[in-house]
Antibody
Framework: QVRLQESGPGLVKPSQTLSLTCTVSGGSISSGAYYWTWIRQHPGKGLEWIGYIYYSGSTYYNPSLKSRVTISVDTSKNHFSLKLSSVTAADTAVYYC??????????????WGQGTLVTVSS | EIVMTQSPATLSVSPGERATLSCRAS??????LVWYQQKPGQAPRLLIYGASTRATGIPARFSGSGSGTEFTLTISSLQSEDFAVYYC??????????FGQGTKLEIK
């Protein structure tokens, strides 16, 4: 059974870069069968898709975040990472990683990591 | 960007009764719609994909229907563990994938 686990600092200062890693266990990112995704949820609010990466390194980002987001993958460590630059308080959220099941049209997310709260504050 | 609108924001239903949750897309997403359940302090859990296909392990009391712009999640006989927030998500037009704002299903 595939499990995902987010890790990284819970507090980031404004204007700095948020960095998180998602470690995958019980399955290989390199299998090529799935995409690997970051999603966030602002406190008490809905869900926002950030972007995904394929094991080959190809990425797709939310246009609203594209200028500040980088998602990378390390297949040797079976993990993928998120960097979000120039953060502000509006980036305070619970960040989830998830596996994307892809159809010809697009995809859905299962399973999800437990999520990690990142607070942007000085 | 496709906007997903869920209604109602909060739904109060008694255990054992039926719950009907709605999701509307700002333009057609065909049948490319997903439903998730989220309990407090937990990550969302996949319930339904392709508008009507239950995910592995999801009880038969959960059913999804609809296509185009109007979708429904029905829980036929509410159990105590079903009280949660439910989100819809479209995957027809992306990027970005977009989610509804959620419906909170609470005990009446």
């Amino acid at each position: 059974q595939v499990r995902l686990q987010e890790s990284g600092p819970g507090l980031v200062k404004p204007s700095q870069t948020l960095s998180l890693t998602c470690t995958v266990s019980g399955g290989s990112i390199s299998s090529g069968a799935y995409y690997w995704t970051w999603i966030r949820q602002h406190p008490g609010k809905g869900l926002e898709w950030i972007g995904y990466i394929y094991y080959s390194g190809s990425t797709y980002y939310n246009p609203s975040l594209k200028s500040r987001v980088t998602i990378s993958v390390d297949t040797s460590k079976n993990h993928f990472s998120l960097k979000l630059s120039s953060v502000t308080a509006a980036d305070t959220a619970v960040y989830y990683c998830a596996r994307e099941h892809s159809s010809p049209q697009g995809g859905w997310f299962d399973p999800w990591g437990q999520g990690t709260l990142v607070t942007v504050s000085s | 960007e496709i906007v997903m609108t869920q209604s109602p924001a909060t739904l109060s239903v008694s255990p054992g009764e039926r719950a009907t949750l709605s999701c509307r897309a700002s333009q057609s997403v065909r049948s490319n719609l997903v439903w998730y359940q989220q309990k407090p302090g937990q990550a969302p859990r996949l319930l339904i994909y392709g508008a009507s296909t239950r995910a592995t392990g999801i009880p038969a009391r959960f059913s999804g229907s609809g296509s185009g712009t109007e979708f429904t999640l029905t829980i036929s006989s509410l159990q105590s563990e079903d009280f949660a927030v439910y989100y819809c998500q479209q995957y027809n037009n992306w990027p970005p994938y977009t989610f509804g704002q959620g419906t909170k299903l609470e005990i009446k």
